[in-house]
T-cell receptor
């Protein structure tokens, strides 16, 4: 158990809908990163938030957006869902911006888009 | 896109044997990390090795890093059935940002 929680655990949506996924970071951690993991693939970096500001983004379209709150929890929003958005979405938290750091991952939210 | 590749993609061994997984990457890095994932669940951090380190140990795990060859290996000694999982290497390319680039993973099966 890493102390990082995600909700919901599973979600089914239809194409074109919008979805919000939530992540509570480990106590004391102020950085949250989101990853998408398609079946049989390694996770791909979506974006990172540090102290409520976006701090880098991977190769994902603008319909993937996020927020980080003052308590450092975070949301991932995906608009206009496509079938290829079906994946396991993982969030990871870490402490501070600098220095080599370990990422602590949550259990993930499995999203199925029909 | 993935930063690197793991080799082999799948590995099946008997309990008690050693398992070696390799990872290659393409760009310069600050550190490389190995993670484990059970059945599509969350990732568990195993070990972090910095770019100026060549070898690191943690329990039954041994990681090596060769920055000249842009490669790393993970050795699990005296494997157990509970080690059955997917193993991923991930690189942190610049400024230790924690923005990890993962490989495709190696699926390890340890038969009792």
């Amino acid at each position: 158990e890493t102390g990082v929680t995600q909700s919901p655990t599973h979600l089914i949506k239809t194409r074109g809908q919008q979805v919000t996924l939530r992540c509570s970071s480990q106590s004391g951690h102020n950085t949250v990163s989101w990853y998408q993991q398609a079946l049989g693939q390694g996770p791909q970096f979506i974006f990172q938030y540090y102290r409520e500001e976006e701090n880098g983004r991977g190769n994902f379209p603008p319909r993937f957006s996020g927020l980080q709150f003052p308590n450092y929890s975070s949301e991932l929003n995906v608009n206009a869902l496509e079938l290829d958005d079906s994946a396991l979405y993982l969030c990871a938290s870490s402490f501070e911006k600098g220095g080599a750091k370990t990422q602590y991952f949550g259990p993930g939210t499995r999203l199925l888009v029909l | 896109s993935q930063q690197g590749e793991e080799d082999p993609q799948a590995l099946s061994i008997q309990e008690g044997e050693n398992a070696t997984m390799n990872c290659s990457y393409k760009t310069s890095i600050n550190n490389l990390q190995w993670y484990r994932q059970n059945s599509g669940r969350g990732l568990v951090h195993l070990i972090l090795i910095r770019s100026n380190e060549r070898e690191k140990h943690s329990g039954r795990l041994r990681v090596t890093l060769d920055t000249s060859k842009k490669s790393s290996s993970l050795l699990i000694t005296a494997s157990r059935a509970a080690d059955t999982a997917s193993y991923f290497c991930a690189t942190d390319r610049s400024s230790n940002t924690g923005k990890l680039i993962f490989g495709q993973g190696t699926t390890l099966q340890v038969k009792p």
